[in-house]
T-cell receptor, first 111, second 112 residues
Framework: EDKVVQSPLSLVVHEGDTVTLNCSYE??????LLWYKQEKKAPTFLFML????IEKKSGRLSSILDKKELSSILNITATQTGDSAIYLC???????????FGKGTSLLVTP | DTEVTQTPKHLVMGMTNKKSLKCEQH?????MYWYKQKAKKPPELMFV???????INESVPSRFSPECPNSSLLNLHLHALQPEDSALYLC???????????FGPGTRLLVL
């Protein structure tokens, strides 16, 4: 059975801290790993990772995939209260249509 | 532009009502999806349309009926729903089924 596990499940940090969110997967026929940020409603696309070791960066957010370790991390530096959200990791397989989501990491950034 | 729009934003319906959720995208995407998300859970795939044809139905009860009138529109018709169907219903689209999915803002549905 395909599995995507995120850790930690929840995290509380102070503004300005750096956080690292983890996603590990056990799937057959891996195609890509995606990170989404979900605030009150829709998940917003952050990154898609297909190749190991290549960092994707967008402002204070960055992410990297390690295919050997079957995992990915999402880093957020100099956190702000607006970063408070649930961060979802999802894995896309070569077969099928679904995104296999992890349970998400709930991040709260306090002032 | 990566915008997927959904209407209505909120919907309250009784168990005997018939209602429809609408989703629209103008990105030229050829794959569109319906997901259901319960509180504190990740989204669960319900239906996938690829090139306006239903490609997958993830064992969803028949009280949910999808429709894809054209490549930009996706509807979800609701009939005789149960209170446990209350959830956030998300629409997504992608260039093709293998590509990144972009989500709409969702419709929060409450069934009384």
């Amino acid at each position: 059975e395909d599995k995507v596990v995120q850790s930690p499940l929840s995290l509380v940090v102070h503004e300005g801290d750096t956080v690292t969110l983890n996603c590990s997967y056990e799937v057959t026929n891996f195609r890509s790993l995606l990170w989404y940020k979900q605030e009150k409603k829709a998940p917003t696309f952050l990154f898609m990772l297909t190749s190991s070791g290549i960092e994707k960066k967008s402002g204070r957010l960055s992410s990297i995939l390690d295919k050997k370790e079957l995992s990915s991390i999402l880093n957020i530096t100099a956190t702000q209260t607006g970063d408070s959200a649930i961060y979802l990791c999802a894995v896309k397989l070569n077969s099928g249509y679904a995104l296999n989501f992890g349970k998400g990491t709930s991040l709260l950034v306090t002032p | 532009d990566t915008e997927v729009t959904q209407t209505p934003k909120h919907l309250v319906m009784g168990m005997t009502n018939k209602k429809s959720l609408k989703c629209e995208q103008h990105m030229g995407h050829r794959a569109m999806y319906w997901y259901k998300q319960k509180a504190k859970k990740p989204p669960e795939l319900m239906f996938v349309y690829s090139y306006e044809k239903l490609s997958i139905n993830e064992s969803v009860p028949s009280r949910f009926s999808p429709e894809c009138p054209n490549s930009s529109l996706l509807n979800l018709h609701l009939h005789a729903l149960q209170p446990e169907d209350s959830a956030l219903y998300l629409c997504a689209s992608s260039q093709a089924v293998s590509e990144t999915q972009y989500f709409g803002p969702g419709t929060r549905l409450l069934v009384l």
